[in-house]
């Protein structure tokens, strides 16, 4: 009797190995494409995430106004506070929230508990009859996954000159001419270097005569 065509079961076996490496390539050129996508994916949402937060803290700086947020120890008002890791100043905000009025905002570079920093924006309401500003919700996380930063701000001296950077403001009574935020964020995308002139109020020139010849702390001020 002649034998009945077929495979054997060696070569039954060497087509389900082929089988299986074709099938391996496969699934590791899905997966790595997947990866890519990811990755992609990943870097610009955290690209925009960086530009949102510029946009934001450049708007809002180059607004800030003449507005009293406390008072210092000689019951004198104080317009801006700013230390290495916080700043808080008045200023409108864009859009359908501004028909709140302005508010204050408080910048924040807050330990996130895992060796990382966060930049937070917290708002507050300033009540007209000068009580202390209520706080508006939880504060919006701007930026996470931060390395290292810091706040730093500039002023004039007496003869108008302008001064060294400083790590905190030191008279509250004044507004920088400057703020600069330097972060150093974790991964790939970088945070452009951004310093942020501000809009000085023009009516605020009364305030700025005598607290800007009393001011002492400024760099290259006598």
Not at 30 to 46: M, P, Y
Not at 51 to 58: F, N
Request: charged letters at 20%; hydrophobic letters at 40%; zero cysteines.
């Amino acid at each position: 009797m002649k034998r009945a065509d077929g495979f054997s079961l060696l070569e039954v076996l060497a087509a389900l190995v082929l089988l299986s490496l074709l099938l391996l390539g496969v699934y590791s050129g899905v997966r790595t494409a997947a990866h890519s996508v990811r990755s992609g994916t990943a870097a610009v949402e955290r690209l925009d995430q960086v530009r949102s937060a510029q946009q934001l803290l450049r708007r809002e700086l180059a607004q800030t106004m003449v507005a009293p947020i406390g008072h210092d120890a000689n019951g004198d008002s104080v317009f801006f506070k700013g230390t290495a890791r916080e700043m808080s100043f008045v200023a409108p905000l864009p859009g359908y929230l501004d028909k709140l009025g302005p508010q204050l905002l408080t910048l924040s570079l807050k330990d996130s508990g895992k060796g990382e920093l966060r930049l937070e924006l917290q708002l507050a309401m300033l009540p007209p009859d000068g009580k202390p500003a209520k706080a508006l919700g939880k504060p919006q996380l701007l930026l996470d996954h931060i390395k290292s930063g810091s706040f730093q701000y500039r002023g004039v001296d007496a003869r108008g000159q302008p001064g060294d950077w400083q790590d905190r403001w030191p008279d509250g009574r004044l507004l920088p001419q400057l703020v600069r935020v330097e972060l150093v964020p974790l991964g790939t995308t970088p945070w452009p270097q951004l310093q942020a002139p501000l809009r000085i109020d023009p009516s605020s020139g009364l305030m700025l005569q005598g607290p800007l010849q009393r001011l002492r702390g400024l760099g290259g001020m006598p």
